[in-house]
């Protein structure tokens, strides 16, 4: 089953503390990215990648890094959390066909900083 | 520049009753896209919408795009319990930077 995963669905984890979330898609897709969605501001995008070892910054980026050593994993690395990146974060791959495009999303991941 | 104006942000209906929510862009757009995501959920792919005025159907669900290109619009005819959740759009890009509206969240009263 096409599908992209992210573990974990939920992680409470304290400041300063070093935390990554994974992200995994099976169909061979090229492009991954990265969102947190807060109530109100919608899915903004903090990190996405065009290629393997190509990365580049979305809207929200700061304090966060992402790496794509392989193409079917993209994982999202909390240096040093802190309270204000307690959020819902997604991630997604696409599929890019001829005039059709699409997002695939994973679960979520609904973290909490305390 | 780059971002999509949704609105409503927020849309409660008595089930059967109509619902719209629009995506608006300052800038024209190469295409458009719109997900639903129930609660608790993550977003789901509904449509993709390319050419000028553009209409498509999906059972209850219409999707039009405007003439010039930076506008959207999603319909549900005759709301049902189903159709709880929040709708976005997103704008759509031929690159990495992707933009979505803030989105419309559905309620439906039984």
């Known amino acids: 089953e096409a599908q992209v995963t992210q573990n974990p669905r939920y992680l409470i984890t304290v400041t300063g503390k070093k935390l990554t979330v994974t992200c995994s898609q099976n169909?061979?897709?090229?492009?991954m990215s990265w969102y947190r969605q807060d109530p109100g501001l919608g899915l903004r995008q903090i990190y996405y990648?065009?290629?393997?070892?190509?990365?580049d910054k979305g809207d929200v980026p700061e304090g966060y890094k992402v790496s794509r050593k392989e193409k079917r994993n993209f994982p999202l690395i909390l240096e040093s959390p802190s309270p204000n990146q307690t959020s819902l974060y997604f991630c997604?791959?696409?599929?890019?066909?001829?005039?059709?495009?699409?997002?695939?999303f994973g679960s979520g991941t609904q973290l909490s900083v305390l | 520049g780059q971002q999509v104006m949704q609105i409503p942000q927020y849309q409660h209906v008595q089930e059967g009753e109509d619902f719209t929510t629009y995506c608006n862009s300052s800038?024209?757009?190469?295409?458009i896209q719109w997900y639903k995501q129930r609660p608790g959920g993550h977003p789901v792919f509904l449509i993709q919408?390319?050419?000028?005025?553009e209409v498509k159907k999906q059972k209850r669900l219409t999707f039009q795009f405007g003439e010039a290109k930076k506008n959207s619009s999603l319909h549900i005819t005759a709301t049902q319990t189903t159709d709880v959740g929040t709708y976005f759009c997103?704008?759509?890009?031929?690159?990495?930077?992707?933009?979505f509206g803030r989105g419309t969240q559905l309620t439906v009263w039984p």
């Open positions: 800038t024209t757009l190469s295409n």
């Open positions: 919408l390319v050419k000028s005025g």
């Open positions: 997604a791959s696409r599929f890019r066909g001829r005039n059709n495009e699409k997002l695939f």
């Open positions: 997103d704008r759509g890009s031929t690159l990495g930077r992707l933009y």
């Open positions: 169909m061979n897709h090229e492009y």
């Open positions: 990648s065009m290629n393997v070892e190509v990365t």
